[in-house]
């Protein structure tokens, strides 16, 4: 397969899969394995839903219990989470084989085939029986009614539930089978499952950092990129976890003791500590899955998920967080580079006007898909009709809807009554373009590069396997990445923080 | 031209031309062609407009005239230090240009027509294939080839080297440009170029900057300050109605405030005049370059070709040793080799005499007067002295020698051949020195490398550039001159085409290569290399090949140049830099300010503790404004450069222009604001 080949049998495969998942989401109620007689989805939720998962964004408008056939769930969604991660990935591969100087990309459906059989699945298996010894359920048996000791009536809702589990957090998907996600007993039971979920979140993305060193015969090129991703990724979370630790200071000045830190929204057998990392991790890694309510974390504890989003390049989802890094990469190569008296070139490639002219598309899409939505939701009647806390808040919580299906994230600030035509259609368009523009304009940038001949690298050459390169990706990204969403921070998290308790 | 560089960066009429030139160019038809600059314009019309009507937005407050009033002029002032640093960058060029048209006013021909007349007309009606002639005190009517006669030709118009060069029919010396005096003596010329694209003429378009086109790396950072425009386009745009959704109504004049400050509008402003000052080092430095690509690739250069003769040596055997064979002492051959060259008027001769002296030995000129002195030839292959008394003293090539002294019945010394093998060995020419039918020694001609290049290719070296030397010598000799001189490879028994196979080969290594050249079998090679940089006093071949051309013939200038399209590459990355580090003060000056009237708590980030809202937002546009004409010095003389190691120059530049252009701002938006709230609080603002 040459460049184009490959990326056209990547959208169509895609597209392909899409309108499959669509049908079934629409005629579910028809289509059996559907214990618990759910109806089938209106066509923009459907549209939502499906864009959603295969875009590995997994925002998810609907309750799984009450809104999916166990049919949805195992042949729609935990088949999206394999294949929508099987693509991020092989899309990298590609992306990474290109600026490493090989010709052709290889073949789509070779790497997309080998992702899922050879990495995916086994490793799937092994979380999925990992996470039933802690509790969770995998049974197509039907929701149970118990009564409960008051004596009421209550819904048990159970299913395929660990199996969706482990390729939800291995394939950065996020979407969870319960509406509430991590957070829910039967999603994540326990601390050591939460480790487990953590773990598998981290694991695919972070070793794809140390496999683009190992394709390019440089690991401490690999390890700058890792070391940056790194770097970024502590200050957030000492962000996130001072944020929570020290409570709200509204609930302070009431009078009630905030010694144990912000636990509204958290569940008690994870605390702060573990609530912090996991929200820390999902949106750095774009998973998307919860085990607490972001919407009531502290203002700056919600800032963090929502900048980690917003750079969408601290490791990031299955693949895509390292395209994105790279081309900041190419970016402060090209401009800082210019410093050692040479035309910029990153990996013994010169970096020019076309790959430059693809790079600008890519950082001004993600700003653009953010804001300008944001923006208009809060201009129409309709956006404004879903938030349900006016003011600060309300902004955080439009913004992160947003910044959450731009960066192929999934998680939801909730508290947004998001199941609307709206927020269904307008969301659905962001997650497509935050996907594909990027990984069309970045494979468009790996062909480029690939055709180039390669310079040789000498003392002359700006060298962007060192510590100090680490720290200048670091500032790029902070300044070009960061600084673009700081107005609109300030206004929403940050303003929220500076008034709370006032 | 030399003193030219010493000068200030700018004279008063290159000032008056460039202030009135900024108003000019504020025309929004050329404003376009720089973006990030054509936005600020836009900004300026509409803080003009509101100015004059400033509710027209349905915005209320006292003084909202004055302040949109300030906004306004400090924008149109940020518009116009952009234009006017261009305007400084292309005026240095037009002033170099107005004197060398000078040189082409007022100048007459001597047609000579078919029967051989002389008819006088304009230079400029000169057409290609003309004959004329040019006489003592004459100009050179247009570029041409000298076809009979020979004179010295004052090429300083165009060189500003005073001595004048000796021209003549054939060879390498046979290009003449238009312009040129020719102070001796006749020559007859056929006219070469058509008026208007002499040589001449497109020098001045080049330094005017007429023919001036943006390098693929000005375009492509050019789109990517574009972009950044407009992704802040887009924040400050979408800050309007987020803004309002929590109750803030920002005023359009802040928000065109705050979008100046974030779009990149210090290295807008500045690129284009770092580009045209990198050409006009160039030119200072007495080398046309024929584009500004060219400039920049020769901050991409890996491997330099170098001539050894000329380039990296003066090219003169000078005698550096005498050595003695047979039973002979050193003080003999000293001696006899200094009575050889008496007559002697090559450098080899005089070289000789000189050495001698040195080492003490003297004779008195008087006594071998009369004595015949003979030439050398190309036949014979030595030159010396017949005395009155019969000896014949000769010196020269060591066989020519050996068969002269054969020939008179004498007998070679056995240790000859292993000296001059050993001279030979080391580089060296050796010539031998007999007396009648007697060897007794050798003088030892050394090249000698011109000082200060090893020093050079050391330095070249660190930054990573491969010098190869080329030469026609034998390979012995081109081993002793290469590790003399430090270079890293050599060609040695060069032919033309191998200076081209060479470049070739470096080309697919994907290195780019630079080369000096003058004669006209070097022209397919200057066209080869990336950077061709060929000899004013060399072939219109060579001439047309290269990419560059060295007004005063130094080869060994290729080493600046690269210096210069280095230097050039890291000013423009170097204020790229700081223009966007500057952005982190901007923002922590305007966002608390524009916010912290609806939200007093807002008021913690401003960092600064700038004065009120106002002055804030006022301060950071004046900084963003004045850093335009604080970095023209540098956009034109270009930051300091010295050779070394890429990871130390890059951690050097980084730290003075990204690290200081984070801090500078914080530093000069304060200073500014303690400056300008006392007056804003006279005027009730703030």
Same mark, same amino acid.
């Given at each position: 397969?040459?460049?184009?080949?490959?990326?056209?049998?990547?959208?169509?495969?895609?597209?392909?899969?899409?309108?499959?998942?669509?049908?079934?989401?629409?005629?579910?109620?028809?289509?059996?394995?559907?214990?618990?007689?759910?109806?089938?989805?209106?066509?923009?939720?459907?549209?939502?839903?499906?864009?959603?998962?295969?875009?590995?964004?997994?925002?998810?408008?609907?309750?799984?219990?009450?809104?999916?056939?166990?049919?949805?769930?195992?042949?729609?969604?935990?088949?999206?989470?394999?294949?929508?991660?099987?693509?991020?990935?092989?899309?990298?591969?590609?992306?990474?084989?290109?600026?490493?100087?090989?010709?052709?990309?290889?073949?789509?459906?070779?790497?997309?085939?080998?992702?899922?059989?050879?990495?995916?699945?086994?490793?799937?298996?092994?979380?999925?029986?990992?996470?039933?010894?802690?509790?969770?359920?995998?049974?197509?048996?039907?929701?149970?009614?118990?009564?409960?000791?008051?004596?009421?009536?209550?819904?048990?809702?159970?299913?395929?539930?660990?199996?969706?589990?482990?390729?939800?957090?291995?394939?950065?998907?996020?979407?969870?089978?319960?509406?509430?996600?991590?957070?829910?007993?039967?999603?994540?039971?326990?601390?050591?499952?939460?480790?487990?979920?953590?773990?598998?979140?981290?694991?695919?993305?972070?070793?794809?950092?140390?496999?683009?060193?190992?394709?390019?015969?440089?690991?401490?090129?690999?390890?700058?990129?890792?070391?940056?991703?790194?770097?970024?990724?502590?200050?957030?979370?000492?962000?996130?976890?001072?944020?929570?630790?020290?409570?709200?200071?509204?609930?302070?000045?009431?009078?009630?003791?905030?010694?144990?830190?912000?636990?509204?929204?958290?569940?008690?057998?994870?605390?702060?500590?573990?609530?912090?990392?996991?929200?820390?991790?999902?949106?750095?890694?774009?998973?998307?899955?919860?085990?607490?309510?972001?919407?009531?974390?502290?203002?700056?504890?919600?800032?963090?998920?929502?900048?980690?989003?917003?750079?969408?390049?601290?490791?990031?989802?299955?693949?895509?967080?390292?395209?994105?890094?790279?081309?900041?990469?190419?970016?402060?190569?090209?401009?800082?580079?210019?410093?050692?008296?040479?035309?910029?070139?990153?990996?013994?490639?010169?970096?020019?006007?076309?790959?430059?002219?693809?790079?600008?598309?890519?950082?001004?899409?993600?700003?653009?898909?953010?804001?300008?939505?944001?923006?208009?939701?809060?201009?129409?009647?309709?956006?404004?009709?879903?938030?349900?806390?006016?003011?600060?808040?309300?902004?955080?919580?439009?913004?992160?809807?947003?910044?959450?299906?731009?960066?192929?994230?999934?998680?939801?600030?909730?508290?947004?009554?998001?199941?609307?035509?709206?927020?269904?259609?307008?969301?659905?368009?962001?997650?497509?373009?935050?996907?594909?523009?990027?990984?069309?304009?970045?494979?468009?940038?790996?062909?480029?590069?690939?055709?180039?001949?390669?310079?040789?690298?000498?003392?002359?050459?700006?060298?962007?396997?060192?510590?100090?390169?680490?720290?200048?990706?670091?500032?790029?990204?902070?300044?070009?990445?960061?600084?673009?969403?700081?107005?609109?921070?300030?206004?929403?998290?940050?303003?929220?923080?500076?008034?709370?308790?006032? | 031209?030399?003193?030219?560089?010493?000068?200030?960066?700018?004279?008063?009429?290159?000032?008056?031309?460039?202030?009135?030139?900024?108003?000019?160019?504020?025309?929004?038809?050329?404003?376009?062609?720089?973006?990030?600059?054509?936005?600020?314009?836009?900004?300026?019309?509409?803080?003009?407009?509101?100015?004059?009507?400033?509710?027209?937005?349905?915005?209320?407050?006292?003084?909202?005239?004055?302040?949109?009033?300030?906004?306004?002029?400090?924008?149109?002032?940020?518009?116009?230090?952009?234009?006017?640093?261009?305007?400084?960058?292309?005026?240095?060029?037009?002033?170099?240009?107005?004197?060398?048209?000078?040189?082409?006013?007022?100048?007459?021909?001597?047609?000579?027509?078919?029967?051989?007349?002389?008819?006088?007309?304009?230079?400029?009606?000169?057409?290609?294939?003309?004959?004329?002639?040019?006489?003592?005190?004459?100009?050179?009517?247009?570029?041409?080839?000298?076809?009979?006669?020979?004179?010295?030709?004052?090429?300083?118009?165009?060189?500003?080297?005073?001595?004048?060069?000796?021209?003549?029919?054939?060879?390498?010396?046979?290009?003449?440009?238009?312009?040129?005096?020719?102070?001796?003596?006749?020559?007859?010329?056929?006219?070469?170029?058509?008026?208007?694209?002499?040589?001449?003429?497109?020098?001045?378009?080049?330094?005017?900057?007429?023919?001036?086109?943006?390098?693929?790396?000005?375009?492509?950072?050019?789109?990517?300050?574009?972009?950044?425009?407009?992704?802040?386009?887009?924040?400050?745009?979408?800050?309007?109605?987020?803004?309002?959704?929590?109750?803030?109504?920002?005023?359009?004049?802040?928000?065109?405030?705050?979008?100046?400050?974030?779009?990149?509008?210090?290295?807008?402003?500045?690129?284009?005049?770092?580009?045209?000052?990198?050409?006009?080092?160039?030119?200072?430095?007495?080398?046309?370059?024929?584009?500004?690509?060219?400039?920049?690739?020769?901050?991409?250069?890996?491997?330099?070709?170098?001539?050894?003769?000329?380039?990296?040596?003066?090219?003169?055997?000078?005698?550096?040793?005498?050595?003695?064979?047979?039973?002979?002492?050193?003080?003999?051959?000293?001696?006899?080799?200094?009575?050889?060259?008496?007559?002697?008027?090559?450098?080899?001769?005089?070289?000789?005499?000189?050495?001698?002296?040195?080492?003490?030995?003297?004779?008195?000129?008087?006594?071998?007067?009369?004595?015949?002195?003979?030439?050398?030839?190309?036949?014979?292959?030595?030159?010396?002295?017949?005395?009155?008394?019969?000896?014949?003293?000769?010196?020269?090539?060591?066989?020519?020698?050996?068969?002269?002294?054969?020939?008179?019945?004498?007998?070679?010394?056995?240790?000859?051949?292993?000296?001059?093998?050993?001279?030979?060995?080391?580089?060296?020419?050796?010539?031998?020195?007999?007396?009648?039918?007697?060897?007794?020694?050798?003088?030892?001609?050394?090249?000698?490398?011109?000082?200060?290049?090893?020093?050079?290719?050391?330095?070249?070296?660190?930054?990573?550039?491969?010098?190869?030397?080329?030469?026609?010598?034998?390979?012995?000799?081109?081993?002793?001159?290469?590790?003399?001189?430090?270079?890293?490879?050599?060609?040695?028994?060069?032919?033309?085409?191998?200076?081209?196979?060479?470049?070739?080969?470096?080309?697919?290594?994907?290195?780019?290569?630079?080369?000096?050249?003058?004669?006209?079998?070097?022209?397919?090679?200057?066209?080869?290399?990336?950077?061709?940089?060929?000899?004013?006093?060399?072939?219109?071949?060579?001439?047309?090949?290269?990419?560059?051309?060295?007004?005063?013939?130094?080869?060994?200038?290729?080493?600046?140049?690269?210096?210069?399209?280095?230097?050039?590459? #890291?000013? /423009?990355? &170097?204020?790229?830099?700081?223009? @966007?580090?500057?952005?982190?003060?901007?923002?922590?000056? +305007? $966002? !608390? %300010?524009?916010?912290?009237?609806?939200?007093?708590?807002?008021?913690?980030?401003? #960092?600064? /503790?700038? &004065?009120?809202?106002?002055?804030? @937002?006022?301060?950071?546009?004046?900084?963003?404004?004045? +850093? $335009? !004409? %604080?970095?023209?010095?540098?956009?034109?003389?270009?930051?300091?450069?010295?050779?070394?190691?890429?990871? &130390?120059?890059?951690?050097?530049? @980084?730290?003075?222009?990204?690290?200081?252009?984070?801090?500078?701002?914080?530093?000069?938006?304060?200073?500014?604001?303690?400056?300008?709230?006392?007056?804003?609080?006279?005027?009730?603002?703030?």
């Amino acid at each position: 397969m040459n460049w184009k080949q490959y990326t056209v049998a990547l959208l169509l495969t895609n597209g392909v899969m899409a309108l499959l998942v669509y049908i079934i989401f629409r005629f579910q109620s028809l289509l059996g394995f559907n214990p618990n007689s759910n109806k089938a989805m209106e066509p923009s939720l459907a549209f939502n839903a499906a864009i959603s998962f295969i875009t590995n964004t997994n925002l998810q408008h609907y309750s799984g219990e009450w809104g999916l056939s166990y049919l949805s769930q195992m042949a729609a969604i935990t088949f999206l989470m394999f294949t929508s991660a099987a693509t991020g990935f092989a899309a990298a591969t590609a992306f990474i084989r290109g600026i490493a100087g090989k010709k052709i990309p290889g073949n789509f459906f070779v790497d997309l085939v080998r992702t899922i059989t050879r990495i995916l699945i086994p490793f799937s298996v092994v979380v999925t029986l990992l996470l039933v010894s802690q509790g969770v359920p995998q049974t197509l048996t039907p929701n149970q009614t118990v009564t409960t000791i008051q004596g009421n009536l209550q819904d048990i809702p159970l299913g395929p539930v660990a199996s969706l589990e482990s390729i939800k957090h291995l394939g950065t998907n996020g979407g969870g089978f319960f509406g509430s996600n991590s957070s829910h007993p039967f999603e994540n039971p326990t601390p050591l499952s939460n480790l487990i979920e953590m773990l598998s979140m981290m694991a695919i993305p972070g070793a794809l950092v140390y496999a683009f060193g190992l394709t390019l015969k440089n690991r401490k090129q690999g390890w700058a990129i890792f070391a940056s991703m790194a770097m970024l990724f502590l200050m957030s979370l000492s962000l996130a976890y001072y944020a929570e630790k020290s409570g709200n200071p509204a609930l302070t000045n009431i009078g009630l003791n905030q010694s144990m830190g912000n636990m509204e929204g958290k569940e008690v057998r994870f605390g702060i500590a573990n609530s912090a990392l996991f929200t820390t991790i999902t949106t750095a890694f774009t998973t998307g899955s919860v085990n607490n309510m972001h919407d009531s974390l502290t203002p700056l504890g919600g800032l963090v998920p929502l900048w980690q989003m917003m750079l969408n390049v601290i490791f990031g989802g299955e693949g895509v967080g390292l395209m994105n890094m790279l081309m900041y990469a190419i970016l402060a190569v090209f401009l800082c580079g210019l410093m050692v008296g040479r035309t910029p070139e990153f990996l013994g490639k010169k970096i020019e006007g076309k790959e430059i002219k693809l790079i600008a598309l890519v950082i001004l899409i993600h700003p653009f898909i953010i804001l300008v939505p944001s923006a208009i939701s809060l201009l129409t009647k309709q956006g404004l009709a879903g938030i349900t806390n006016p003011g600060f808040h309300g902004l955080s919580q439009v913004l992160y809807e947003f910044t959450s299906s731009a960066a192929n994230n999934g998680s939801g600030f909730e508290g947004l009554i998001d199941n609307t035509l709206f927020w269904n259609i307008s969301t659905g368009l962001v997650m497509f373009l935050g996907r594909y523009i990027s990984i069309i304009a970045l494979l468009a940038v790996a062909a480029s590069l690939a055709s180039k001949k390669p310079i040789p690298v000498g003392p002359g050459t700006f060298r962007t396997d060192n510590a100090l390169f680490t720290v200048i990706l670091v500032v790029v990204v902070l300044i070009v990445g960061a600084l673009t969403f700081f107005p609109a921070l300030a206004l929403g998290p940050i303003a929220e923080h500076l008034t709370l308790g006032h | 031209m030399s003193n030219d560089r010493r000068k200030g960066f700018i004279t008063k009429e290159i000032l008056r031309d460039s202030i009135k030139e900024s108003f000019v160019k504020l025309n929004p038809k050329y404003m376009i062609k720089n973006p990030v600059m054509f936005i600020v314009e836009v900004g300026t019309f509409i803080t003009l407009f509101l100015t004059i009507f400033p509710n027209a937005f349905g915005e209320t407050g006292s003084n909202l005239h004055l302040y949109n009033g300030i906004v306004f002029f400090i924008l149109f002032v940020t518009v116009l230090f952009a234009n006017f640093a261009e305007a400084v960058a292309e005026g240095r060029g037009k002033a170099q240009a107005e004197s060398l048209k000078k040189t082409r006013k007022d100048t007459k021909a001597k047609l000579i027509d078919k029967n051989g007349n002389i008819k006088i007309i304009n230079a400029s009606e000169t057409k290609k294939g003309d004959i004329v002639l040019v006489e003592a005190g004459d100009l050179i009517p247009n570029d041409g080839e000298v076809i009979e006669g020979l004179a010295s030709v004052d090429e300083s118009a165009i060189t500003g080297e005073s001595a004048p060069v000796l021209k003549e029919a054939g060879g390498d010396f046979s290009s003449v440009t238009g312009g040129t005096k020719v102070v001796s003596d006749w020559l007859k010329i056929r006219i070469t170029a058509t008026p208007g694209e002499s040589f001449l003429d497109k020098m001045i378009n080049l330094v005017e900057g007429a023919s001036r086109l943006k390098t693929p790396n000005e375009i492509a950072l050019t789109m990517i300050l574009v972009s950044l425009t407009m992704i802040f386009l887009i924040v400050v745009v979408t800050l309007y109605p987020l803004a309002k959704y929590v109750g803030i109504t920002i005023p359009v004049s802040t928000l065109i405030a705050l979008l100046v400050c974030l779009i990149p509008t210090t290295i807008g402003g500045l690129l284009s005049a770092i580009g045209i000052a990198g050409m006009d080092r160039v030119t200072r430095f007495n080398v046309i370059a024929m584009s500004g690509k060219a400039v920049e690739a020769c901050g991409d250069v890996n491997t330099l070709i170098l001539d050894k003769t000329g380039t990296i040596t003066y090219g003169n055997r000078l005698a550096a040793e005498f050595i003695p064979v047979g039973k002979h002492t050193e003080k003999e051959i000293t001696r006899f080799a200094l009575i050889s060259s008496l007559k002697d008027e090559t450098p080899e001769g005089r070289s000789t005499i000189e050495l001698a002296n040195k080492l003490g030995v003297q004779v008195n000129a008087d006594e071998y007067k009369d004595a015949e002195f003979i030439e050398f030839t190309a036949q014979s292959r030595m030159s010396g002295v017949d005395l009155k008394n019969g000896t014949k003293i000769r010196k020269g090539a060591a066989d020519a020698i050996k068969k002269f002294v054969m020939d008179l019945g004498g007998k070679i010394p056995d240790d000859l051949d292993k000296v001059t093998t050993k001279i030979a060995g080391i580089g060296g020419t050796p010539l031998a020195v007999s007396v009648d039918k007697d060897i007794i020694g050798v003088i030892y001609l050394k090249d000698t490398v011109k000082p200060g290049l090893v020093e050079r290719f050391e330095r070249l070296r660190e930054m990573g550039i491969k010098t190869i030397m080329c030469t026609g010598d034998n390979p012995l000799t081109a081993a002793t001159i290469a590790k003399e001189a430090g270079v890293d490879e050599f060609i040695a028994e060069a032919k033309p085409e191998d200076k081209i196979e060479a470049i070739k080969r470096e080309q697919a290594e994907g290195k780019l290569v630079a080369m000096t050249g003058d004669g006209t079998n070097d022209a397919p090679a200057l066209a080869q290399a990336d950077v061709g940089l060929a000899m004013n006093s060399g072939t219109t071949a060579a001439k047309e090949a290269a990419n560059m051309i060295d007004l005063d013939s130094d080869p060994t200038k290729i080493l600046e140049v690269v210096e210069i399209g280095k230097q050039l590459l #890291i000013t /423009r990355g &170097a204020l790229t830099t700081f223009s @966007i580090a500057n952005d982190v003060a901007k923002y922590f000056a +305007i $966002i !608390p %300010a524009i916010f912290s009237i609806a939200i007093p708590q807002m008021n913690v980030m401003n #960092i600064m /503790r700038l &004065a009120t809202p106002q002055s804030a @937002i006022l301060s950071a546009l004046i900084f963003n404004a004045i +850093i $335009i !004409p %604080a970095l023209i010095p540098i956009a034109m003389r270009g930051v300091k450069y010295r050779p070394m190691k890429a990871e &130390a120059l890059f951690t050097r530049n @980084i730290l003075i222009y990204g690290l200081g252009g984070m801090i500078v701002p914080f530093i000069g938006i304060k200073v500014i604001d303690m400056l300008i709230n006392p007056i804003l609080k006279v005027l009730n603002l703030g």
